[in-house]
């Protein structure tokens, strides 16, 4: 099926088609700036000045091209920052870290009283608080001794 040259779909430099569609942000981007091209344009012709078409090849050649780039990079940054993967949480260390040592027990590297040992101690630093408390705690029980 061959398209027209009004067809929705645009075609690529390397002859591919371009299933990409403006977003609502490249839209009201080109708005305005298409806007500010007619209304500087028209504007200097209003006033009288010679040179006004020059704001239409510099507005629609340099200045929309440019304001779409930089509404695709803020885009294109923005999604790339909220598809990232999230810094782990204190839970999920918490998580890793029972893991571990259960699979240590499992393994039989430590014993009863060792894993209970280091469980009870794992649950005692579930935020970063509670482990600066706990280091606390038992430095003053060690300078006790």
């Known amino acids: 099926m061959s398209r027209g040259p009004y067809d929705s779909h645009s075609l690529r430099t390397d002859g591919g088609e371009e299933d990409e569609e403006e977003t609502p942000l490249q839209q009201l981007v080109a708005g305005v700036v298409i806007a500010l091209i007619f209304l500087v344009g028209f504007g200097l012709l209003a006033v009288g000045y010679p040179w006004f078409w020059v704001a239409f090849p510099v507005g629609f050649a340099g200045v929309l091209p440019a304001a779409l780039a930089l509404a695709k990079l803020y885009e294109h940054s923005r999604d790339s920052r909220a598809s990232r993967p999230s810094e782990p949480t204190v839970t999920d260390e918490h998580a890793d870290a029972l893991a571990a040592l259960r699979a240590r027990y499992a393994r039989g590297e430590l014993d009863e009283e060792e894993f209970e ?3 009870e101690r794992l ?5 970063v608080d509670d482990a600066r408390a706990h280091v606390t705690r038992e430095r003053e029980r060690i300078s006790e001794r």
């Open 117 to 119: 040992h280091r469980l």
């Open 123 to 127: 649950l005692e630093t579930e935020t």
